[in-house]
């Protein structure tokens, strides 16, 4: 990738490069569904959050690039455990949570640029100093910018469902993305999952035990070495709730083999 396609000046603040990014090419036969270049309806910010976007995204946020995350020097702390969240949404429970869980380093990555403005938004006005953000593709940030054995904990609280069967290969919970994912957690690091849709809860029950690398906890696990009390009903979530159904949570925890 040219550098200077990246540039504030060329493409703006938190905007992805031109045209359709460059993905990980996997070699293990496995499937990795990635968003790619995706264009939201309503992709625009208001003013008020243009003007916290250009004063704060350069701190507290990077776009998706080829360079490892210096977690201690981009949270300014070293020695605190971090946790990565895919598709934080509009970080509705990103921002509820991260106060309880202060000693632990967020990264929340998510594509949608005005969720991201949201979430960054909610950081700046309540003064919420453990949260970074990082705006591209889940599963092209874990391959390309976060270290093998490095992460306490993953999120993916209610991922798209991709409810018709033709599109169920889009789903990012199969065998790719959870190897992917295991091998960035240290061992004893955690995934967590929470999906209110049961045809996806389906498809997720014929997965917990497919990467021998994580070992399956289920719901709730009581000992669980990190936060899994979501604080909130998030949009999705409450949408759910008013349909009445039911959530389905998951927990896997990272074992101490080597990886593959
Ligand atoms: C159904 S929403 C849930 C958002 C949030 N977690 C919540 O509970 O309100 C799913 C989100 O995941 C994001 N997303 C889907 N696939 C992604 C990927 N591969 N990388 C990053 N974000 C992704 C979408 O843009 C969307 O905002």
Do not use: C
């Not at 997720?204 to 719901?219: N, S």
């Not at 949009?235 to 759910?240: D, P």
């Amino acid at each position: 990738m040219n550098s200077t396609d990246n540039s504030p000046e060329l493409s703006g603040i938190g905007e992805l490069p031109a045209g359709r990014p460059p993905q990980t090419d996997f070699t293990d036969g496995l499937d990795y569904p990635r968003l790619g270049s995706v264009t939201f309806r309503r992709g625009t910010l208001t003013d008020n959050q243009e003007a916290t976007f250009a004063e704060h995204w350069p701190r507290l946020g990077k776009v998706l690039d080829d360079e490892l995350i210096d977690v201690d020097s981009w949270f300014g702390r070293s020695g605190h455990p971090t946790i990565l969240e895919i598709g934080s949404g509009t970080g509705t429970s990103t921002a509820a949570m991260a106060p309880v869980e202060a000693d632990t380093n967020v990264i929340a990555v998510e594509l949608y640029k005005p969720g991201l403005a949201k979430l960054l938004g909610a950081v700046v006005r309540g003064n919420i100093d453990n949260v970074r953000m990082v705006r591209g593709d889940g599963i092209e940030v874990l391959a390309r910018m976060i270290p093998e054995k490095s992460l306490d904990g993953v999120r993916i609280f209610f991922p798209d469902p991709w409810p018709k069967a033709r599109h169920h290969k889009r789903r990012i919970i199969q065998s790719g993305p959870l190897r992917l994912i295991a091998t960035r957690l240290k061992p004893g690091g955690v995934l967590h999952v929470a999906t209110d849709h049961a045809d996806y809860a389906e498809w997720i029950d014929e997965l917990v035990q497919v990467e021998d690398l994580l070992e399956f906890r289920g719901w709730p696990w009581e000992d669980a070495p990190l936060l899994t009390d979501r604080q909130v009903i998030t949009k999705f979530e409450g949408k759910g709730l008013d349909k009445d159904h039911t959530i389905n949570e998951y927990l896997w925890q990272r074992t101490d083999a080597p990886n593959p």
